[in-house]
């Protein structure tokens, strides 16, 4: 028997998290088959369903934090559905959530829309879902440094418009702006985490970009 591509072992990956949430919360196979192949559009790089995944997993791992669990997944599900990296600060966001309304209003949509709203920025929180949520948002932000820069490289792929001095000077505001935050995590289970080693990621990326 054929080994499982990438391709085949990653959308098994996704079906074994989607199959229950579908099962709870009453979602169609046709969402998703409607979010993979959204997910699998040709301009993402790092928007893909390898991120929505990777999210999954580190939600089943830290499920325990959150109030509405259910709600979370079905936020992570949906929040890069729409992304067109044209569009101004927080549209790919608003369309998103939008997306989900039009798809489904069953139990946790609305709550799912306020959080992938909420992710356009990442603030500071007292809500455990919307910590949580961003925490799993901004996983990747300490992840070891050749992976960290990867990612780097494959979020700017998706903004070929922009040129290359204007990028680094809005990243770098961009990472400077999460190093100046008391803290970048809002969970302590992912502070424990990834706190330490985001902050060496964002500090070197922005030092050997200077200028």
């Known amino acids: 028997m054929a080994k499982p591509t990438v391709a085949g072992a990653l959308v098994k990956q996704a079906t074994s998290h989607w199959t229950p949430l579908a099962g709870?919360?009453?979602?169609?196979?046709?969402?998703?088959?409607?979010?993979?192949?959204?997910?699998?559009?040709?301009?993402?790089?790092?928007?893909?369903?390898?991120?929505?995944?990777?999210?999954?997993?580190?939600?089943?791992?830290?499920?325990?934090?959150?109030?509405?669990?259910?709600?979370?997944?079905?936020?992570?599900?949906?929040?890069?559905?729409?992304?067109?990296?044209?569009?101004?600060?927080?549209?790919?966001?608003?369309l998103s959530a939008e997306h989900l309304g039009k798809v489904y209003s069953g139990d946790c949509s609305a709550a799912a829309q306020a959080l992938?709203?909420?992710?356009?920025?990442?603030?500071?929180?007292?809500?455990?879902?919307?910590?949580?949520?961003?925490d799993l948002d901004l996983y990747r932000l300490g992840v070891p440094f050749k992976t960290f820069d990867q990612h780097g490289r494959?979020?700017?792929?998706?903004?070929?418009?922009?040129?290359?001095?204007?990028w680094a000077t809005k990243r770098n505001a961009f990472f400077q702006a999460l190093l100046d935050r008391p803290v970048i995590y809002q969970?302590?289970?992912?502070?424990?985490?990834m706190e330490k080693r985001a902050r060496k990621n964002l500090s070197r990326t922005i030092q050997s970009h200077a200028g």
Not at 154 to 166: G, K, L, M, N, P
Request: charged letters at 25%; aromatic letters at 10%.
């Open 187 to 193: 969970t302590d289970y992912w502070r424990s985490r």
């Open 154 to 166: 494959d979020v700017r792929a998706e903004y070929t418009q922009i040129a290359e001095d204007v």
């Open 24 to 94: 709870r919360l009453g979602l169609s196979d046709a969402i998703f088959a409607d979010l993979t192949a959204a997910y699998g559009e040709s301009h993402r790089r790092y928007h893909t369903l390898v991120h929505i995944v990777e999210m999954l997993d580190c939600h089943a791992q830290s499920r325990h934090l959150a109030d509405n669990p259910d709600t979370i997944d079905l936020a992570i599900w949906f929040h890069d559905c729409i992304y067109d990296a044209t569009l101004g600060h927080g549209e790919n966001e608003r």
């Open 116 to 134: 992938i709203l909420h992710s356009a920025g990442h603030a500071a929180s007292d809500d455990p879902d919307i910590q949580l949520f961003c």
